[in-house]
Nanobody, 125 residues
């Protein structure tokens, strides 16, 4: 299984931007579709975005569409989440995840078998 480490979280004012990075090791990164999720206190883990193995297709949850962009650099074993126009309700721990090759439902956490440790994003009003 691939190991994942996120970075780039922090405190930002509403309307600001952050860029999260997720570096993979221990596996062939380019063979994994990747996803981004977040979890706020007392809430379930929420799907945000996913990107195909080659990076030529990306999908977004409605709640972040038009504000968040995911991309990847397979040469660097890294996937990114650019977050713009941040809102206080975006405050959560953000996770990247590697999807099981056989999984078809990209929005389900159960389709992903490797997770990073998470990075905290806090948006102040």
């Amino acid at each position: 299984q691939v190991q994942l480490v996120e970075s780039g979280g922090g405190l930002v004012q509403a309307g600001g931007s952050l860029r999260l990075s997720c570096v993979a090791s221990g596996g062939t990164f380019s063979t994994y579709g990747m996803g981004w999720f977040r979890q706020a206190p007392g809430k379930e883990r929420e799907y945000l975005a996913s990107i195909s193995r080659k990076g030529d297709s990306a999908y977004y949850a409605e709640v972040v569409k038009g504000r968040f962009t995911t991309s990847r650099d397979n040469a660097k074993n890294t996937v990114y989440l650019q977050m713009d126009s941040l809102k206080p309700e975006d405050t959560a721990v953000y996770y990247c995840a590697a999807r099981r090759p056989s999984a078809a439902i990209i929005t389900s956490p159960g389709s992903y078998n490797s997770w990073g440790q998470g990075t905290q994003v806090t948006v102040s009003s």
